[in-house]
């Protein structure tokens, strides 16, 4: 059974939908990201399931209880705030005490928790510091000390790593997974950064506009993005215009002069995504011309111009020779490895 | 550095400062220093003001308990007035910032407005609204068979205090509100979550965050109102002084300038003593909060 789970959920700001029919269920010990540019309703709905906002319409259950008709306060959820929103005139200590005292932990047992919580966050020695007086991983740790040492049913996380420099980010990130796993806490994480999101989550919900656009393991939507949208958002693409003859047979995909047996179901005009890492070079294929080649240590990236318009190619630096700028090469790739969607025609 | 160039640049601070600080000598400090010495001259009802050094004011003033009573009526009045002013203004500027944008602005411009007018302007409408009987609001009171006589407001020290609070208000209001403004929005949410319930959430997480903006609030009011001379020269009048109405009485009406200096010289060490003591404890107090 969901331990959370949000039924057809909507808020409306006035006449402005920001998030529309949203359902998800997440299991017990699950992490889970919210991952979408900025506006696409991630954060609203998190604030939902914390209680900062009501929806419009639809349910949040937790063990199958409404949570909505909870007050804040008492739904027992954990938060981490994008600005971390640590009380300035608290030690660490007794921001971390904080939510304690206010479920009246005796004394020594708050403590010994508070402790234990900053001794986990790696902050053990720190508690007598102020916030202010502390660097911007420092305050984060506080803050998911804060959160995490009141046993919360989930841990909301709102953007937490978006204020870190990138070097930090990722070992807060390795950090962060670690003590969810250790915690086993469930976990929400809003983002609109995909690494962050594809290296922390068990599942992702991939958001725009306000609406779910695909759900699924990091893998899965990298590989089998569910639209145009997922698979722009996730990493880079290559998007080309082709189509699906059934005249022919067997019927046949065609993008340009490349072709392979067409997939079931499709006709006429398609779109064919093929990630940049997945096109090789070959005898025969999509013809292209490369316009620029930029050495990255451990890979090669070709922008080319190919009959269907410009690609990218992403080729492992393997200590092979590689094409150089201006000359012309065919694109090929593994029918398993591209996604075929059937494209409207203006 | 060559020398020349090195003296220039220690030089050069001083040119281009020269012209402030010149104002500043010259219209305060000059006087500033003047006003003190003139304390220490003699003065009589025939002879004038005779250029001697003396102690005859500031033990006149030391002595006579017309003057320690005038000065305590002074800082009472005037910590009353700032106690008040903290009392509804820090909850007004924590309602306003909570207000959405349109009558955020709207109720700003509300409590600034008097800022707009004339001290004297707005003391003279107490004075209309509860002036003896025929004050508007006393005459109405009166008619309807509420009260008997006026209210007591004019020649008070409640109504010096409601007048001069009601004067010093959007100084408080705008210490608290920029303070507020210091606020993490999210912090309500975050002490919300961890579970407090609203008046905690004042109580613990508000009130310790806004409580320097309401002390900077408090020594600006505080310090304002010991000096104010228009609202305690018409709602107090003649009959109930202050420090600033009695020195501003000695100087024009007594034509006794060494006392009415005597008077002006203590009431502004006593501010300075009391404004520059409270700020560094404050400081001291809110170390963390100021940083």
Known sequence: MAYLELDRVAKQFGTQTVVDDFSLSVGKGEFISFLGPSGCGKTTTLQMIAGFLDPTRGAIRLEGKDLTAIHPAKRGLGIVFQSYALFPHMTAAENVAFGLEMRNVPRNERAERVRSALAMVGLAGYEDRHPRRMSGGQQQRVALARALVIKPSVLLLDEPLSNLDAKLREEMQIELRQIQRTVGTTTILVTHDQNEAMSLSDRIVVMSQGKIEQIGTPQETYEKPASAFVSQFLGKTNDFAGTIDRTATPAQLVAGSWSAPAPVGLSGPVTVSIRPERIGFGDAGLSAKIITRIFQGNHWLFQCDSECGPAIVIRQNDGKAQPGEGETVRLIWRPEDMSVRARTVA | ?291
């Not at chain 2, 008070?156 to 929005?185: C, K, Y």
């Open chain 2, 1 to 291: 550095m060559s020398m020349a160039a090195e003296e220039r640049s220690v030089r050069a601070p001083w040119a281009l400062t020269a012209p402030a600080l010149m104002l500043f000598v010259g219209v305060l400090l000059i006087p500033l220093v003047m006003t003190v010495m003139l304390s220490f001259h003699d003065w009589g009802q025939y002879k004038g003001i005779e250029p001697v050094f003396i102690l005859k004011n500031w033990h006149e003033i030391a002595t006579d308990p017309y003057y320690a009573e005038m000065f305590w009526r002074t800082f009472r009045i005037a910590i009353l007035t700032t106690v008040l002013t903290a009392l509804l203004g820090a909850p007004e500027a924590y309602i306003l910032n909570r207000m959405s944008g349109r009558w955020k602005s709207f109720f700003l411009l509300v409590i600034l407005g008097p800022l707009l007018i004339s001290v004297v302007a707005r003391t003279l409408g107490w004075a209309l609204l509860f002036g003896g009987n025929n004050g508007l609001v006393n005459k109405l009171l009166m008619s309807l068979g509420v009260m008997r006589s006026p209210i007591p407001f004019m020649f008070t020290e409640t109504g010096m205090v409601i007048a001069l609070a009601h004067v010093m208000m959007p100084f408080m209001v705008l210490s608290v509100w920029a303070a507020l403004q210091r606020l993490d929005p999210q912090i309500e949410n975050a002490a919300m979550s961890l579970g407090a319930g609203p008046v905690t959430i004042i109580r613990r997480i508000i009130m310790p965050q806004i409580m320097p903006g309401v002390l900077s609030g408090a020594i600006i009011v505080f310090s304002l109102s010991a000096s104010a001379f228009a609202t305690p020269a018409i709602i107090g009048g003649r009959r109930l002084k202050v420090a600033a109405t009695l020195a501003y009485d000695e100087f024009l009406n007594t034509l006794n300038w060494p006392l009415g200096a005597a008077v002006a010289t203590l009431l502004l060490v006593a501010l300075v003593l009391i404004v520059v003591g409270s700020n560094a404890l404050i400081e001291r107090r809110y170390a963390e909060v100021f940083r």
